[in-house]
């Protein structure tokens, strides 16, 4: 089977055509550089992303999050469901932990911001 | 009067960027003007990663990339005035600026920088029929209200316009628990880029309806819903492809506009197909010793090649403040020719011109296989190929000064498409 993906791995979203068997990419071509390949191998096998959203102090300030790394796609509405219930106290730094295993990932999850000094 | 060396209006990455180089350049009397109340412009709402690939290699998000060159700034000891706006510039540079902690003041400048940014063409220029209720906003306005604000605009959304700015605001509506029914593009193509469609629509499910468009809004005083329909080549709405969507908020992503009221008080020549500045290889405007850099000049998708931008335009600056005559010579006008719609600069003074020079500008369609050409008359200048050209991505390209020797009239930029 033949599977259209147009990589994510930066702006210049190439347009690549992968081969696939049983479920696992066998052979990629359209990317330019070497995260083409392996974005295409893991989209098609288990495909994963990094997740950005806020989390929110006790008053309801908002303070920028990403995870620390990438979590699988179907979980993305849990960790953001963590997330939400967490509430961040200031100061916080940049890089700082805000949840250590977000829904079970092992991926931690930090701010992306210095808020309050 | 405060007097100084070199003002820069804006604290965004253009504006963190211009003073970083300058001061790395030896000019100390230096001052960031910013109105907002900290620096970052307009990353700090942009907290979706895709930042600084080029420039440190790694995915940052927006506030990351802000606070690195914040930091920088604080560590040279970059002086900043925050809660600062400038209301006019004449053209010797003399400043009015407003401030709580200093109030109505008026400084002068040696040089200037502009890096005011820009903003979204605002609602009241689209021609959508019906009432203006409540719960129609700007992608932008929408964006900060959430991410800065922490205030939810509605449940159930209908984003017109696919730029990026949309796109990544129904990733962001939809994580906040609302259900985005489409984004509706006029055009038969996206104006976003193309990750933006695969991790923001197509991970959700959130259909994009290309060559569509609003042709009504129903409700009074709150919005009720919004009519679709089908346009055709003349963007003319198709009778009977009419679709009605009920949702609470309509979110308007339909570009950006070069913010320079000021730049306009100054005298300064605004070029019609950028709205910003017209300038020179050294990001000179036509007022000498003024500067432009960043969305100011033209809308950048990537804020790297605006920190890029914002460097050489600092060094400039400082370069002037030093004693460096402006550009020297008779200059040839860069102008766009087959499909492309601009170019940055537009003039272009080659015997003063650095060892390399930055030409800019983007594509009137969606082109592949074919060349980017510039010449000067029957000479060509520089030629490179490419897999695709759309007009969602700025073009760098770079020629080399030998390349710019003689040249005996105008320089045209086009794209040269492949034998079909
Ligand atoms: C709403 C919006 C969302 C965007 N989202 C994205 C995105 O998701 N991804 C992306 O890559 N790019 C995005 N961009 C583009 C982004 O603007 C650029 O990548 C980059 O931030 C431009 O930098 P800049 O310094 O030129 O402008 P800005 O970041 O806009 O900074 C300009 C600064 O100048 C200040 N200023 C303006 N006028 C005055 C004045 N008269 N006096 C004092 N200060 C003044 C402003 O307050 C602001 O802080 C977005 C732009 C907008 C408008
Ligand atoms: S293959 Fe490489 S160049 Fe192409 S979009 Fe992916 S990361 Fe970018």
């Known amino acids: 089977m033949t599977r259209e993906l147009t990589c994510i791995g930066c702006p210049m979203g190439c347009e690549l055509t992968v081969e696939v068997e049983n479920g696992l990419a066998v052979s990629v071509s359209g990317n330019t550089c070497k995260i083409g390949e392996n974005y295409a191998r893991t989209e098609i096998s288990a495909p994963v992303r990094t997740v950005t959203t806020t989390a929110l102090t006790a008053d309801g300030v908002p303070v920028p999050v990403k995870t620390v790394g990438n979590i699988p796609k179907e979980k993305i509405f849990e960790v953001v469901g963590q997330i939400k219930r967490t509430t961040v106290a200031l100061p916080v730094k940049l890089g700082d932990i805000i949840l250590e295993d977000a829904a079970g990932t092992g991926v931690a999850v930090a701010a992306t911001k210095s808020v309050g000094s | ?420």
Not at chain 2, 93 to 103: M, V
Not at chain 2, 206 to 213: E, V
Not at chain 2, 349 to 362: K, L
Request: charged content about 25%; hydrophobic content about 40%.
């Open chain 2, 1 to 420: 009067m405060r007097e100084f060396d070199l003002v820069i209006i804006g604290g965004g990455p253009a504006g963190m960027a211009a003073a970083i180089a300058a001061k790395k350049q030896g000019i100390d009397d230096l001052v960031i003007f910013e109105r907002g109340d900290e620096l970052g412009g307009i990353l700090n709402q942009c907290i979706h990663n895709g930042f600084g690939l080029h420039t440190f290699k790694e995915e940052l998000t927006g506030p990351e990339y802000a606070e690195r060159y914040s930091d920088q700034v604080k560590e040279l000891g970059i002086p900043y005035e925050l809660g600062t706006m400038v209301l006019d510039m004449t053209e010797d540079k003399q400043i009015s600026i407003i401030s709580r902690s200093r109030g109505a003041e008026t400084v002068k400048a040696k040089a200037v920088v502009l890096a005011m940014g820009c903003r979204e063409r605002p609602r009241g220029a689209l021609g959508i029929a019906g009432f203006r209720p409540q719960g129609v906003y700007t992608a932008g306005t929408a964006q900060k209200l959430v991410n800065c604000e922490g205030v939810i605009p509605g449940k159930e959304v209908v984003i017109l316009g696919s730029g990026d700015i949309g796109l990544i605001m129904a990733r962001r509506m939809t994580l906040e628990g609302a259900k985005v029914r489409a984004v509706v593009e006029l055009m038969p193509y996206s104006s976003g880029l193309k990750r933006n469609i695969v991790q923001c629509l197509d991970d959700y499910g959130i259909p994009l309806m290309l060559s569509h468009t609003v042709i009504d809004i129903k409700g009074k005083r709150r919005l009720e819903g919004v009519w679709v329909a089908a346009v055709d080549e003349k963007n003319t709405p198709i009778k009977g492809t009419e679709e009605y969507f009920p949702c609470d908020t309509l979110l308007l992503s339909c570009g950006l506009i070069p913010e320079n009221e000021l730049s306009k008080s100054a005298g300064i020549e605004l070029s019609p197909l950028t709205s910003g500045p017209t300038v020179d290889e050294s990001l000179e405007t036509n007022i000498e010793g003024v500067f432009a850099c960043g969305n100011v000049l033209h809308v950048h998708d990537l804020v790297d090649f605006v920190s890029e931008e914002a460097v050489r335009a600092g060094e400039n600056a400082a370069e002037y403040i030093k004693g460096k005559p402006s550009s020297t010579g008779v200059p040839v006008a860069v102008k766009p020719a087959d499909g492309v719609r601009y170019t940055v600069p537009s003039r272009l003074y080659a015997e003063s011109a650095a060892d390399s020079v930055h030409i800019r500008f983007r594509v009137t369609g969606v082109f592949k296989n074919s060349a980017i050409v510039v010449s000067c008359g029957e000479r060509e200048l520089f030629r490179k190929r490419g897999r695709i050209f759309v007009p969602s991505e700025m073009q760098d390209i770079i020629i080399k000064k030998d390349k710019l020797s003689e040249l005996d009239g105008d320089i045209e930029v086009r794209i040269e498409e492949a034998a079909k």
